[in-house]
């Protein structure tokens, strides 16, 4: 066996240093039997170096112990380290109080608090056996850490390279030095970074049982896959019994995922939740979530509440986007328990849309928004609400976009502007109100005030400007402007009505600047721009 060849050879290696390093001082502290120095001559370790050590360089290199003191037994071909004994093999580190090496069969074992690194597992145990050659292990009493947890077993048994068996093991996500809640079973499998199976499992909490079932499988793989995801149980006075993240995890290619979980609590209820997010680089993403609350505060009495949420962000190119922020609730009862103190203090609710396209040389902007107040349980809507400004600028170029013309004719100094925007608005006072409430409907109440109102309207502006440089430091200005506003109905909300105005100004001016000094004076010059 290729390991035991090492351990004899690098042995016998080490003997001769060490009756070299020893025998001038004290030939009492290790004495070495005649046949070593028949068995050790020249010829044969010629021999060894161009058979075995020449052909088998990185095995060797590859192998190291070491301890505070060493003994070994020739006859039982045995080495024992003691005191802070650490053996590295290849991939593999044994680290404890007490190692023996047995060379006749390249296994070695611990005694004491001990350290077993192989390749990136890593485990922490009172005992460690393990063959060097097929690098199969057990240990005593173990503890160990991969990705998204630990595991705890009385014995813990490697049978391959990725496979685990864990005896009256547990399971668990919390880092305390006493979790706080884990999965109990008596016998458990590891594979690594890929799912632990066990059967029985028990849900502890403070070591107080909570759920149990016959089988179960968790998945401990490291990046995005499809699954089931580990549960949380729990225990206090206010839930009793609850387990939380009981989830299916759906990965659908590089685009998406998705998460179905489901919370149980003994006192109140039940929770569903439905969670997805999606990304299309330099297009779109977002997230969108569902949750359906069922709220118990008597054997006869139950409540459901709901909740939706979404954010979307799209990229149409030529600079044209759309953003969604929306949530919408049954009840602010919906947040009662949440673990995000802003949730629970919440008085209001916004959503809102916006659409933004290039047009003309500006932007053309279309927004909604909608506020729901639970404090005052008023609503608030403005769908939609268009917009569009074009700035100042040349008539000519509505007419003559290429051509070559005179830049100092008399016709460049004439410019227009333009300015667009309409809304509907919706003030909703009353809490009962229903979707024709909040989306159009006007509700008064019976001394004719409004406990519903909605009002829509259209304002438009356009300008004309003449501007030029007398005599090349005159400025002569003359303009135009006229607003015209449509709104829904009068005043009397019997009819459409419009409303126009119109100003006109002409203006006169120049410009003053330069530098006049004064000697003498305590101002030595004043300068004007």
Same mark, same amino acid.
């Given at each position: 066996?290729?390991?035991?060849?090492?351990?004899?050879?690098?042995?016998?290696?080490?003997?001769?240093?060490?009756?070299?390093?020893?025998?001038?001082?004290?030939?009492?502290?290790?004495?070495?039997?005649?046949?070593?120095?028949?068995?050790?001559?020249?010829?044969?370790?010629?021999?060894?170096?161009?058979?075995?050590?020449?052909?088998?360089?990185?095995?060797?290199?590859?192998?190291?112990?070491?301890?505070?003191?060493?003994?070994?037994?020739?006859?039982?071909?045995?080495?024992?380290?003691?005191?802070?004994?650490?053996?590295?093999?290849?991939?593999?580190?044994?680290?404890?109080?007490?190692?023996?090496?047995?060379?006749?069969?390249?296994?070695?074992?611990?005694?004491?608090?001990?350290?077993?690194?192989?390749?990136?597992?890593?485990?922490?145990?009172?005992?460690?056996?393990?063959?060097?050659?097929?690098?199969?292990?057990?240990?005593?009493?173990?503890?160990?850490?991969?990705?998204?947890?630990? =595991?705890?077993?009385?014995?813990?048994?490697?049978?391959?390279?990725?496979?685990?068996?864990?005896?009256?093991?547990?399971?668990?996500?919390?880092?305390?030095?006493?979790?706080?809640?884990?999965?109990?079973?008596?016998?458990?499998?590891?594979?690594?970074?890929?799912?632990?199976?066990?059967?029985?499992?028990?849900?502890?909490?403070?070591?107080?049982?909570?759920?149990?079932?016959?089988?179960?499988?968790?998945?401990?793989?490291?990046?995005?896959?499809?699954?089931?995801?580990?549960?949380?149980?729990?225990?206090?006075?206010?839930?009793?019994?609850?387990?939380?993240?009981?989830?299916?995890?759906?990965?659908?290619?590089?685009?998406?995922?998705?998460? @179905?979980?489901?919370?149980?609590?003994?006192?109140?209820?039940?929770?569903?939740?439905?969670?997805?997010? =999606?990304?299309?680089?330099?297009?779109?993403?977002?997230?969108?979530?569902?949750?359906?609350?069922?709220?118990?505060?008597?054997?006869?009495?139950?409540?459901?509440?709901?909740?939706?949420?979404?954010?979307?962000?799209?990229?149409?190119?030529?600079?044209?986007? @759309?953003?969604?922020?929306?949530?919408?609730?049954?009840?602010?009862?919906?947040?009662?328990?949440?673990?995000?103190?802003?949730?629970?203090?919440?008085?209001?609710?916004?959503?809102?849309?916006?659409?933004?396209?290039?047009?003309?040389?500006?932007?053309?902007?279309?927004?909604?928004?909608?506020?729901?107040?639970?404090?005052?349980?008023?609503?608030?809507?403005?769908?939609?609400?268009?917009?569009?400004?074009?700035?100042?600028?040349?008539?000519?170029?509505?007419?003559?976009?290429?051509?070559?013309?005179?830049?100092?004719?008399?016709?460049?100094?004439?410019?227009?502007? =333009?300015? @667009?925007?309409?809304?509907?608005?919706?003030?909703?006072?009353?809490?009962?109100?229903?979707?024709?409430?909040?989306?159009?409907?006007?509700?008064?109440?019976?001394?004719?005030?409004?406990?519903?109102?909605?009002?829509?309207?259209?304002?438009?502006?356009?300008?004309?400007?003449?501007?030029?440089?007398?005599?090349?430091?005159?400025?002569?200005?003359?303009?135009?402007?006229?607003?015209?506003?449509?709104?829904?109905?009068?005043?009397?909300?019997?009819?459409?009505?419009?409303?126009?105005?119109?100003?006109?100004?002409?203006?006169?001016?120049?410009?003053?600047?330069?530098?006049?000094? @004064?000697?003498?004076?305590?101002?030595?010059?004043?300068?004007?721009?």
């Amino acid at each position: 066996m290729p390991a035991m060849r090492e351990f004899v050879i690098l042995f016998l290696i080490i003997l001769m240093s060490f009756r070299l390093a020893f025998s001038s001082e004290n030939e009492d502290v290790v004495s070495f039997p005649s046949e070593i120095d028949s068995l050790i001559n020249n010829s044969q370790i010629d021999s060894l170096v161009s058979d075995t050590l020449l052909t088998e360089t990185m095995e060797y290199d590859s192998l190291f112990y070491s301890a505070d003191s060493i003994f070994y037994s020739l006859e039982k071909e045995k080495i024992d380290l003691i005191g802070n004994a650490s053996i590295k093999y290849q991939s593999s580190d044994i680290k404890a109080d007490t190692i023996t090496i047995n060379i006749a069969k390249d296994q070695a074992f611990t005694k004491g608090n001990s350290y077993l690194k192989d390749g990136d597992q890593t485990a922490l145990g009172n005992e460690i056996y393990y063959d060097l050659e097929s690098q199969w292990g057990m240990i005593e009493n173990g503890a160990s850490k991969f990705d998204k947890g630990y =595991y705890y077993g009385e014995e813990i048994r490697k049978i391959d390279t990725k496979t685990f068996d864990v005896d009256k093991g547990i399971f668990t996500t919390c880092d305390a030095l006493h979790p706080h809640f884990y999965i109990g079973t008596n016998k458990l499998r590891l594979y690594q970074n890929d799912k632990i199976v066990g059967k029985p499992i028990i849900f502890y909490v403070n070591h107080f049982p909570v759920f149990a079932f016959p089988f179960g499988t968790f998945t401990v793989k490291r990046g995005r896959h499809t699954g089931i995801l580990v549960p949380s149980p729990g225990y206090n006075k206010t839930y009793g019994k609850h387990i939380e993240n009981i989830a299916f995890y759906y990965a659908y290619k590089d685009y998406a995922d998705a998460i @179905f979980s489901f919370d149980y609590f003994e006192k109140t209820g039940w929770e569903l939740t439905f969670f997805t997010q =999606y990304l299309k680089r330099y297009l779109y993403d977002g997230d969108f979530t569902v949750k359906l609350h069922k709220r118990t505060s008597s054997p006869e009495v139950s409540t459901y509440d709901w909740l939706m949420k979404a954010q979307h962000h799209h990229d149409f190119g030529n600079r044209t986007t @759309f953003d969604a922020n929306l949530e919408f609730v049954s009840s602010k009862q919906i947040w009662e328990g949440s673990s995000n103190i802003d949730e629970r203090l919440s008085e209001w609710i916004k959503s809102s849309l916006a659409y933004k396209k290039p047009f003309l040389g500006n932007f053309l902007y279309m927004n909604a928004s909608y506020k729901d107040d639970f404090l005052d349980e008023t609503k608030d809507l403005t769908l939609p609400k268009i917009s569009y400004s074009l700035p100042s600028k040349p008539i000519y170029e509505l007419f003559l976009k290429d051509e070559n013309f005179d830049e100092d004719a008399w016709w460049t100094d004439f410019s227009y502007s =333009y300015n @667009f925007k309409a809304a509907h608005i919706g003030d909703i006072n009353d809490p009962n109100a229903g979707f024709k409430d909040v989306i159009y409907k006007v509700k008064k109440d019976s001394s004719g005030s409004y406990i519903n109102q909605h009002n829509a309207g259209v304002k438009h502006s356009g300008g004309l400007r003449y501007s030029h440089k007398l005599k090349g430091w005159l400025d002569v200005s003359q303009s135009v402007s006229a607003n015209e506003a449509w709104f829904d109905r009068d005043k009397n909300e019997k009819k459409l009505v419009r409303g126009f105005d119109y100003s006109t100004n002409s203006g006169i001016g120049f410009s003053l600047y330069g530098l006049r000094k @004064f000697p003498g004076f305590y101002v030595s010059a004043v300068r004007h721009i």
